[in-house]
């Protein structure tokens, strides 16, 4: 699809159908909904990005985009990190950045949102009737709600508390033919008919568009403790990490190797051990006794693994700023060079191996890979560092890429734990779903989309 | 499809490509597998139950069935409660009651688990470990793994602990056309791809047979504090429902009313309050100070709502008594007559609207309806009490049945919370989804199962 196959007058229908500044076309105001954070080099340029204001403009929208066979990619806050919302030449933006109303039910439990809130949004919402939103992207200040719904975002709390799909009760999605229907709704128990509120979530805009969420919300978390160790090698961290998962549930399990710890401590100047080769980051958010115990366990977890040195705090200050650090980590690393930024997993037993293998790859490419993990669940995000300068490093950068996802799936894990697939590691994706899984994806996707208009480039072929 | 359809020789076939004993045509032994707990009327007579000892045995039975368009009705414990494991005439029942491998891994704290196992199985496999299944609906003793997996099964702990879905991680599943295909697997975050394997989970047999499946374990649940509580009235005990949750989670809030209790009572003799309208099993699994407060305000929102007594025990066997009485419940009222079971559920605050709703039904239709609930989570399971000899109660007995489920929907709610549509509820599912969300399931079924073998009349029309 080239600029040249929809005329002008087909655009200015597009136009005229929707209020007035609710379509961009002028390209300089178009290039900031070219990239998302994985700022894709093959961006392409779209005719014209909506920002549409309600579920009805959504429909006017790709109502139009099937009549004239145009791509529609659907986009959020534009913090993906998998080219999910990467523009496509000649089709249109579907920005939900100003669907912003939002309704909280205390007596039900539920917040009902709409996409283009931001997670923090949701969470301050849900806090100011004592009820908490759990999913915590580390970019939950910037990330939007319906991002986090299309690619099924986790977060660090997600090892104790689950992911985006385990909160969303309903949706209302835009169809491929332009109609709006709900799925599921505020009913904490439901199963009538086949699950299609959960097949949606996670389904990166290839399937619908989702224009408003029915979240379930749980009693505020109560207060944490917040333990903090340091490691002299990989090795000993991954020890203590299943050592930690094998006995206790904790309700969070951050690492960070070396280079993270000093890219962090080069911006946020708090003190960090910058001769550890990992630190970990982990909470209980039990209570009294069962804290005290679970405190204990993790503790003796580090200890018997070789920490060099544990802090506890119950400062809930003290301990935010320690997840403060964590959640910096990818901004930090940003600073030494463009990255290429991973998110595989594994079972948890393979953690170790992944380490391993992700320092051999690093070794082998001559690159830094810097790696920081939501180690209580397997997730970890490798951060490959090069200059897009520097041709040899970026072809190294892209083998080494390619690697650490053949790595995660010789170790039966995934190639994406948490950001989705998108545009960057749709060549993975067979490997790990199989030719059959594959086809049976695809099946699906016709039967719902069958002009394929719907971000067509992401997750599959 | 009738039995002329299938010629002997095609249905000899199926008996020698497995293994002697496998395949079922004795029409006496055939019995037993026309119907489940649903004990549907018009359950047909089918060609051959074949009692699968692994996936190959699966494989072979559809593939045979896919060659000859013969229908296939899975069935597990055949415990079901909607009718989804109805034969079909001239169809083929595919059993996996001997499909009962299991393999429990502490360290992944996952359970790969065959579908003919119990639920109780699971759970029992996993204390081994220190771990914890938690899914329970009341029939966990005698109903399979795969049948809760096909329902999306709730239960009693579901309040606090979510239901099947939230803990299946990958399954096996065999396709309509014979294929067998692995979706998910053993990691803790995964979003490579459309989520496949949740759209399964709940799906009754209709998108595929599931051979295998990985499950979630978590820590053993801790010991719990048990609250009971008598009410005058209905309306006291649904406000006390409502007191609760909205001040905390608790880990299990059952209802049941006069007609269950005295039902109960009949059989165990545990000295139950025969003249309460109500009573509430109400659970914390918090810890020390936690479990005190949190008992407190159960126990206090009981009080303030009006309740007669509230009785508060620490003791595992004196908790664990009343909550076998509520999980009695079903089978000691169907002493008094055969029951149509409904499974409607409503948003939380509607909750005091459907208990009054069903009392009115019942006076209208001069039925008994006896009312027992998973209150925490708004889904109710009033059972509709009638004399088949009786033709004209079977008939007011089969009007209130869709009444109630018609009263659920003005509120808003659903049709069926954890059992399943299954052929019971087939009827009243447009009138839920309505046809556009009818249509597209349509078309995720037809996709998947484009000759319709795959028990066909559950769910869909």
Redesign the interface.
Known sequence: MTVEDVTIAELAELVDALPAGVVVTDPDQLDKYRRDRAADPLAGQPLAAVRAESTDHVQIAVRWAARHRVAVVPRGAGTGLSGGSTAVTGGIVLSTERMRAMRVD????MAVVQPGLLNAEVKAAAAAHGLWYPPDPSSFEICSIGGNVA??A?GLC??KY??T??YVLGLQVV?ADG?A???G????????????T??F???EG??GIVTEATLRL??AQ?PSSTLVATFPTTEAATAAI?AI??A??PAMLEYMDQTSINAVEDVLHMGLDRGAAALLVARSD?????AEREMTIMNDACVASGATETLATDDPGEGEAFVAARRAAIPAVERRGALLLEDV?????RLPQLVQGIETIAADRALTIALIA?AG???THPLIVFDPADEDMTRRAELAFGEVMDLALTL??????????GRL?KAW?PG???P???E??L??????DPLGILNPGA?FP
């Open positions: 205390p007596l039900t439990r690619t099924n986790g997600c090892v689950g992911v799909t385990d169809l109609r229907v709900r799925l709704g505020p009913r904490l128990k439901d199963v009538a008919g086949l699950s299609l959960k097949l979530v996670g389904s290839t399937l749980i009693p109560p299943l998962t094998s206790i549930r039990s209570q009294h006794l069962a997993g594994v079972p948890l037993p939501h669940d397997g997730n039966d894990g995934t190639i994406t734990g948490e950001h989705g697939v590691k994706l790990q779903l199989g059959e899984v594959m049976l994806s099946r699906i996707k016709r039967a719902l997750i």
